[in-house]
């Protein structure tokens, strides 16, 4: 849509600002003893969350909680899972609440909510795992989630792994993009948005992109709240960047059509800045947004167990596929 179809919307839409608030639907309040099953994650409030896993469960040389991306589910890690378990890595992921197997899809749950959910889930494989290091993943959206536990919450990981963050906040995006949201979120939260007509390929990997059209877990629309969300989300990401002390690993694709390379290039000055612990930046010159599973997928999982599986934190390290 061009800027004059955004500016018409925008006037438009104005009017109905008022005229329904975004649907939020997050953890209810604490009633159970977190828990972490085979198949499931359960919440605080009782809430189970589908809960997927790779890897050696029982002594491996490191464990990985991975958060998807928005419209994903817990199997975005299926390749990275299968690639990096028989390596001695357990991995662990989520269907976060709104999304995949959750009883609260399509619902945006929250930031907190998410942000918690991510927090116990991590406080259980602490216990499961008190003498292993422990990795919090998060991919676009769940990037987002992960930045914002790791800025609050550093002592529950060993190490953080950003792949393709979504950090696209406010300030950057153009106000033809930024007002009709406003409004949208506010008046026509049911209203779907299936980014069809976009232009914009994720992956370079059609193969795959044609399987996931085929996967009811996935969403193939997203309500406008949701995208409120996900942008408020992004929004405290960026700002809580700064505040982030453990280790991480950043990577990114020159390719990503989806969270612009500037957004990703102005969080990497920002934490080249805070002069952390084995701070280290790949960036792939034919990487789209769908890193880990795109073509050259396996080049990108390789580097992040490489990574992890450093033997010093100020270890010299470098990216092979960058």
């Known amino acids: 849509m061009n800027k004059a179809l955004w500016a018409a919307l925008s006037v438009l839409l104005a009017g109905m600002l008022a005229a329904c608030a975004p649907t939020v639907r997050p953890a209810g309040p604490p009633i159970a003893q977190t828990s972490l099953g085979n198949d499931a994650f359960y919440a605080s409030d009782g809430t ?19 958060l998807h991306g ?15 378990g028989p390596a001695g890595i357990a991995v662990y992921a989520f269907d976060q609440r709104g999304f995949g197997r959750s009883i609260s899809r ?8 998410m942000v918690n959910d991510a927090s116990d889930m991590l406080m259980l494989l602490r216990a499961r795992y008190p003498d292993t290091s422990l990795y919090l993943m998060g991919n676009s959206m769940g990037g987002a989630v992960a930045i914002i536990t ?21 300030d950057q995006m153009p106000w033809y993009q930024t007002a009709p949201l406003s409004v949208l979120s506010h008046s ?11 232009d914009i390929w994720p992956s370079d990997n059609i193969e795959m992109l044609r399987r996931l059209s085929r996967d009811h877990n ?36 020159i390719e990503d059509q989806v969270i612009p390379p500037a957004a990703v290039a102005a969080l990497d000055r920002d934490l080249v800045g805070l002069d952390l612990p084995a701070y280290h930046r ?7 947004h769908m890193l880990l599973r795109d073509l050259n997928g396996p080049v990108v999982i390789d580097d992040i167990y490489r990574w992890i599986m450093r033997s010093a934190p100020d270890q010299n390290y470098s990216c092979r596929g960058s």
Not at 160 to 170: E, H, K, N, S, Y
Not at 188 to 198: R, S, Y
């Open 48 to 66: 189970a969350l589908a809960v997927q896993s790779w890897g050696d469960q029982e002594t491996p040389d490191a464990v990985v909680l991975a």
């Open 150 to 170: 790791a800025a609050t919450r550093p002592y529950l990981m060993d190490g953080l792994v950003l792949v393709a963050p979504a950090v696209w906040d406010r």
């Open 282 to 288: 790949c960036l792939y010159d034919d990487g789209y």
């Open 188 to 198: 026509l939260p049911w209203l779907p948005l299936t980014g069809q007509g976009l």
């Open 106 to 113: 399509p619902f945006w749950a929250g930031i907190s909510s």
């Open 218 to 253: 996935m969403m193939s629309a997203v309500r406008v709240d949701v995208i409120a969300g996900v942008a408020d989300l992004m929004d405290l990401a960026r700002s809580r960047a700064t505040d982030i002390t453990v280790p991480t690993l950043l990577l990114s694709g």
């Open 70 to 84: 928005m419209g994903d589910y817990a199997n975005a890690f299926m390749e990275f899972g299968e690639q990096i």
